[in-house]
């Protein structure tokens, strides 16, 4: 099947650092990519939808400023968590889909702990 | 009241048993339907689509009851690899939006 491939699987920075997540579609073009963030025991948070070539759509209370997304060719994808804090530290997945394709192929997710 | 409303758990069941998870959901406009399964600090992995007719795949069997807006898991026969948490997802305009999951825990 599809595959999504993030990276990396997980960081630890200081606060106050920038950290780049890809994320990458290995074997289909992903016109549309989403970002999601996942606290504990909590459920997937969709932060954004990201379409090739365009700008990225933000959901309600997401910092656009704080959470940069670039989604610069049809396999890549990538959030930048500008100025982490501890607060920002999460799980965060990204999925993609294929032009014409229902079924949304996950990444095996970005764990984040900012210190 | 949340988009989606899931029974977090756990359901602690023993081997063989049958185990019924609900999930209800807000907005009637919703699309699309889907049961993902999520191991412990992995991604979550698509378990199946959920269809008005209802829809088996092997020990699981899923329903979606428009009218009450909610759909179900039924899993028969459980094994101990099941123990995962099941997440009920439903799509609007292409977005997945998901609920919290229920913590199955299947004991030897």
């Known amino acids: 099947g599809a595959v999504v491939s993030q990276h990396p699987s997980w960081v630890i920075c200081k606060s106050g650092t920038s950290v780049k997540i890809e994320c990458r579609s290995l074997?289909?073009?992903?016109?549309?990519m989403f970002w999601y963030r996942q606290f504990p025991k909590q459920s997937l948070m969709l932060m954004a939808t990201?379409?090739?070539?365009?700008?990225?759509?933000?959901e309600q209370g997401v910092e656009k400023d704080k959470f940069l997304i670039n989604h610069a060719s049809l396999t890549l994808s990538t959030l930048t968590v500008t100025s982490a804090h501890p607060e920002d530290s999460s799980f965060y997945i990204c999925?993609?889909?294929?032009?014409?394709?229902?079924?949304?192929?996950f990444g095996e997710g970005s764990r984040l702990t900012v210190l | 009241r949340k988009e989606v409303e899931q029974d977090p758990g756990p359901f602690n069941v023993p081997e063989g048993a049958t185990v019924a998870f609900n999930c209800t959901y807000s907005?009637?406009?919703?699309?699309?339907f889907f049961w993902y399964r999520q191991d412990c600090r992995k991604e979550p992995k698509l378990l199946m689509s959920?269809?008005?007719s209802g829809n088996e795949d092997g020990r699981f069997t899923a329903q979606l009851n428009r009218a009450s807006q909610y759909i179900s898991l039924l899993i028969r026969d459980s094994k101990l690899s099941d123990s995962a948490t099941y997440l009920c997802?439903?799509?609007?305009?292409?977005?997945?939006?998901f609920g919290q999951g229920t913590t199955l825990q299947v004991k030897p």
């Open positions: 990201s379409n090739e070539g365009s700008k990225a759509t933000y």
């Open positions: 907005n009637s406009a919703s699309q699309s």
């Open positions: 074997d289909f073009q992903a016109t549309t």
């Open positions: 999925s993609a889909r294929e032009a014409g394709v229902g079924e949304l192929f």
């Open positions: 959920v269809y008005s």
């Open positions: 997802v439903f799509s609007n305009t292409g977005k997945l939006i």
